[in-house]
């Protein structure tokens, strides 16, 4: 009775915060400008299932594409088994589906342990690639102190949560074997790793420490899975949720599409209509100049842009593709996304605790991000082809762009001359445009 | 051939108008194809291939203007509208129904930018068009002359290739010369870019341990390329200069697919 009241008590608290962090990124994703990305919702849907649910991209690198689908397949069928935990936690009961569900239980459980093992060994793999072989992109200056911490957290735990499995089903069918199970009589469950590891490794203890063991498996499991669910929301381990949304609100056009800004299109077109007058009263409805053109802060940004910072988990495929990191230039997308999450979260902290209207004085552009590393993009969309779960780290620094040009003028001198030059005889180059036809005739 | 015969045709839009008539296609030649000394070969290669295979085009002329994508990546909005709006005025005024580019920069900003501002027009990128006429059957290659058996490598422009998901069109057009097609290391959706897109062309590159160019000529070389194939005057300028550093301009040949299928064609 009284761990039911524990199981009850930990289950609203766990959901519970996890739902008050949830609703605070929520908040911080809405900080961002609109965008309308509610068109094609067939096209949306046939996205998200091949990229987020289908891991279409994580399959250009076959090996690691193959470990992570096993966590990840391990991960979606332990989900289900959650659904028992939980109702054994709040009934009281012992394995709640076993005589309910028959052999589609066993065939269910078995299942979830194969997964389980392919998950621990991927997980140990992982383990090992991120701190023992040099894969470059794992070693970058944006992967020290917490990013490093969190890599390794995340996977500790699922090594803790998968030999909680292991003993609960281990301990449990040897119980079962020696016919002192809470199940009635004696025999296998017949689930495919447990019924082979129990004689080996469970049945060397006796009846009180296996009661223990199972317990220690059953709590220790579900205790993890709490742990995880709350530490999800401050870890990079969060794109296990966003995949979903952020690929279904992706940009389906043409990667080399910028968006036009509308608002320096309403200046550019009143500039050529000769009827405009500078001093009226704007009309209302009309499109009002925004408060500033690109981006300097993060809510400047889109929400999406925004999304993308939030489901980012930082695995550097954007940045082992991008030509300027390649080539030793201070440019990483992927530091972008993570300075992009990092100063949203701190712009969120802000808000809720010193009002709506708080500045610190600081910046996304600046304080996180240089004007250095923003000039060194070539807009190869390289990244955004690379990101397994559509992030588009280009349109943020192009908004970076926006910014210092339009706002602030600071543009690299080389820059400056040929914005000049477009803007004087309508090529990057100081050439009239009389001429423009000479080569014919050359 | 007399110099006679060898004279290009190109009309522009204001002339052909003014003797009645209208282009079938307009030739957006770009700044760098009218202005850009290697470039200009590629945008006379393109009239050859135009002009031989009767193509009914014409180009702006003095009329044209920057399409305004540099200064659009370069963060300029305003000098990009500035040009948009009246550039699109300009070809709408002409009625142009389809344009060919000789350069992917062009290409993505008129085909992906252009119509949210009001365009409504077809665009090709020339590798395209030139791909199209020889699946019809107008521009017959007998044999691919003197690349025929040659190693080439096409360097994929990631304007044409990830932005616009164009990868075919130059490698059908390149089978074409019965050379031996060899992919770089890093190709189509996986190129690598040349290092002058995002208005790098016209700065100097952010402080690093090596040049883009450099980086990208190595993987041509490496495939023991006879010509690296191009299909944007920014990369062959980039790749040019890549060469010039290995000093293999001897053996390693940097040209436009406009100018390999013009010079097979014997044009």
């Known amino acids: ?35 309308d990305r509610s068109d094609n919702k067939a096209q949306r849907i046939k996205t998200t299932l091949l990229v987020a649910l289908g891991q279409k991209k994580m399959f250009q690198r076959i090996v690691p594409a193959l470990l992570h689908l096993f966590i990840y397949v391990a991960f979606l069928f332990t989900s289900t088994e959650l659904i028992e935990i939980i109702a054994d936690g709040i009934s009281g009961s012992h394995r709640f589906f076993l005589n309910k569900l028959g052999w589609i239980y066993v065939l269910l459980i078995s299942t979830i342990e194969v997964l389980s093992v392919l998950a621990f060994i991927s997980t140990l793999y992982f383990l090992a690639r991120r701190n ?47 016919g002192k199970s809470h199940v009635a009589g004696s025999g296998s469950f017949g689930f495919l790793i447990s019924s082979f590891t129990a004689p080996y490794f469970f049945n060397y203890f006796d009846v009180e420490t296996l009661i223990i063991l199972e317990r220690v498996g059953w709590w220790g499991h579900i205790l993890v899975v709490f742990g995880f669910l709350n530490y999800l929301p401050y870890s990079k381990h969060f794109h296990i949720v966003m995949a979903f949304p952020n690929t279904y609100f992706s940009n389906l056009n043409n990667k080399g599409a910028f968006n036009n800004l509308s608002s320096v299109k309403e200046e550019v077109l009143k500039m050529f209509d000769p009827s405009f007058d500078p001093y009226a009263t704007p009309t209302e409805g009309e499109a009002s100049v925004p408060d500033r053109f690109g981006a300097k802060d993060v809510e400047d940004l889109t929400w999406k842009s925004l999304m993308d910072a939030y489901t980012c988990t930082e695995c550097g495929r954007c940045t082992s593709a991008c030509p300027a990191s390649q080539t030793g230039k201070l440019l990483s997308p ?109 | ?153 096409f360097h994929d422009p990631c304007y044409l290739g990830r932005a616009n998901d164009v990868y075919e069109a130059p490698r059908e057009v390149l089978e074409k010369l019965d050379a031996e097609l060899v992919e770089m290391k890093r190709s189509k959706a996986k190129g690598l870019c040349c290092g002058a897109g995002g208005a790098q062309m016209f700065k100097d590159a952010e402080k690093g341990n090596k040049e883009i160019n450099i980086e990208r000529t190595q993987d041509a070389i490496e495939v023991n390329a006879d010509y690296i194939a191009t299909g944007c005057p920014f990369c062959n300028t980039m790749m040019t200069d890549g060469i010039k550093h290995f000093e293999k301009e001897e053996k390693v040949k940097v040209l436009d697919i406009a100018e390999l299928i013009s010079n097979a064609a014997d044009l």
């Open chain 2, 1 to 153: 051939m007399s110099n006679e015969m060898n004279k290009l045709r190109v009309p522009t839009v204001a002339e052909m108008i003014a003797n009645n008539e209208r282009p079938d296609i307009l030739f957006w030649v770009g700044c760098s194809g009218s202005f850009d000394d290697r470039a200009k070969k590629i945008s006379k290669a393109i009239v050859k291939i135009l002009n031989y295979c009767n193509i009914k085009f014409a180009i702006l002329g003095a009329e044209e203007s920057c399409t305004g994508d540099p200064a659009k990546r370069a963060g300029n909005e305003f000098a990009f509208m500035m040009q948009a709006i009246q550039n699109i005025e300009l070809l709408k005024g002409y009625e142009i129904q389809k344009i060919v580019t000789g350069c992917p920069h062009c290409f993505n900003t008129l085909k992906n930018e252009y119509p949210e501002l009001g365009a409504d027009f077809e665009v090709v990128h020339h590798t395209q068009l030139i791909n199209q006429l020889i699946r019809e059957g107008r521009l017959l290659l007998k044999g691919g002359g003197k690349f025929e058996g040659k190693k080439i490598t």
């Open chain 1, 1 to 35: 009775m009284i761990s039911q009241l524990l199981f009850i008590v930990l289950l609203v608290v766990g959901f519970g915060f996890f739902s008050f962090n949830i609703s605070k990124i929520r908040k911080n994703i809405s900080l961002g400008k609109p965008l």
């Open chain 1, 334 to 442: 992927r530091k972008i996304i993570m300075d992009t999450r990092d100063r949203l979260e701190e712009v969120g902290a802000n808000k809720r605790n010193n009002g709506p209207d708080f500045k610190d004085n600081k910046s996304l552009l600046g304080d996180y991000i240089s004007e250095e590393e923003i000039w060194a993009c070539t807009s190869c969309n390289a990244c955004v082809q690379e990101c397994p779960v559509s992030i588009d780290p280009l349109s943020i620094i192009i908004d970076l762009r926006r910014y210092l040009v339009m706002e602030e003028s600071k543009v690299p001198s080389e820059l400056a001359g040929m914005l000049t030059n477009i803007e004087n005889n309508g090529a990057p180059w100081q050439f009239a445009q009389a001429d423009r036809n000479n080569w014919v005739d050359e």
């Open chain 1, 132 to 178: 023992l072989l040099q894969v470059p992109r794992f070693k970058m200056s944006e992967m020290t102190g917490w990013p490093k911490l969190d890599g390794n957290i995340i996977l500790y735990l699922e090594i803790v949560l998968l030999v909680c499995v292991f003993t609960m089903n281990g301990a449990d069918e040897a119980l079962f074997l020696q």
